[in-house]
């Protein structure tokens, strides 16, 4: 089973964050130009992003537009979720799954070292595993016929 870092290998180690002070409405924005449904809420401590919360699509819908507040006005840091459930580099695929199986989450940030390095996506591990059971089934295959 593939690692946290072999997926960020393949698919890239981009990783969007917005700061907490910032308007909802320029969150969503954001996510909608970047082609993403989370980002990490970080503030700047001593030149490096300090992670604080998460803010996702599913926060706005459920905490601004549910609720009938203003995204123009509304900062950020009060919609964001905290603390945030993040993962490091050497945990498996399948693991992930399970963490976010469990905490019912969708995006998990990857810090090395304390360090933001990347986030993953339940689709990133959702593709992962299919990938590796398509290779089981091409190996098993190549053993039956072989």
Same mark, same amino acid.
Not at 52 to 58: A, D, P, Q, S
Not at 66 to 76: H, I, M
């Given at each position: 089973m593939k690692q946290v870092k072999q997926i960020l290998d393949?698919?890239?180690?981009? @990783?969007? +964050? =917005?700061?907490? !002070? &910032?308007? @909802?409405? !320029?969150a969503i924005k954001k996510m909608a130009e970047k082609g993403? *449904?989370?980002?990490?809420? /970080? !503030?700047v401590v001593e030149g490096t992003d300090h992670v &604080? *919360? =998460?803010?996702?699509?599913?926060d706005y819908?459920?905490?601004?537009i549910?609720?009938?507040?203003?995204?123009?006005?509304?900062? @950020?840091s009060e919609i964001m979720t905290s603390p945030? =459930?993040? +993962?490091?580099?050497?945990? +498996? /695929?399948e693991e992930c799954m399970a963490i976010m199986t469990d905490k019912r989450v969708r995006h998990l940030p990857v810090l090395d070292e304390g360090a933001l390095v990347g986030m993953i996506s339940i689709g990133d591990l959702v593709k992962s595993i299919i990938d590796h059971q398509q290779f089981m089934i091409e190996q098993l295959e190549s053993y039956i016929s072989g």
């Open positions: 393949s698919k890239g180690y981009d @990783v969007w +964050t =917005i700061a907490p !002070e &910032v308007s @909802v409405l !320029e993403v *449904g989370a980002l990490v809420v /970080a !503030e &604080v *919360g =998460i803010v996702t699509e599913r819908a459920r905490k601004v549910l609720q009938g507040r203003s995204s123009r006005k509304a900062p @950020v945030v =459930i993040c +993962t490091h580099p050497e945990r +498996t /695929a």
